[in-house]
Nanobody, 127 residues
Framework: QVQLEESGGGLVQAGGSLRLSCAAS????????MGWFRQAPGKEREFVAA????????YYVDSVKGRFAISRDIAENTAVLQMNSLKPEDTAVYYC????????????????????WGQGTQVTVSS
């Protein structure tokens, strides 16, 4: 398994931006599907965005489409979630995850398919 560590969370006003990074260590994650999830207080963890390891196809939950962008830097062994036009409802702990078993073109939205997780980073958006 690969070890993951998120960074970049914080407090931001509505309309602002944050850039979350997910650093992988232990082994290269060039053949891992990557995803970002979030969990707000009192709610279930939900899928936010995913990217394939084959050609970098991306997929987003409807609520963040056009505002968030997931990417990966194979050379730096990192994944990034750029979050723009943030809203108070985006407030949550954000987690990155990696799936080593995914087919190269697979978009993985099911959290139970992922086998490596970071510890999470808090994002708070004030109104």
């Amino acid at each position: 398994q690969v070890q993951l560590e998120e960074s970049g969370g914080g407090l931001v006003q509505a309309g602002g931006s944050l850039r979350l990074s997910c650093a992988a260590s232990g082994r290269t994650f060039s053949r891992y599907a990557m995803g970002w999830f979030r969990q707000a207080p009192g709610k279930e963890r939900e899928f936010v965005a995913a990217i394939t390891w084959g050609i970098g196809t991306t997929y987003y939950v409807d609520s963040v489409k056009g505002r968030f962008a997931i990417s990966r830097d194979i050379a730096e062994n990192t994944a990034v979630l750029q979050m723009n036009s943030l809203k108070p409802e985006d407030t949550a702990v954000y987690y990155c995850a990696a799936d080593r078993r995914a087919w190269r073109l697979a978009i993985v939205t099911d959290q139970y398919e992922y086998d490596s997780w970071g510890q999470g980073t808090q994002v708070t958006v004030s109104s």
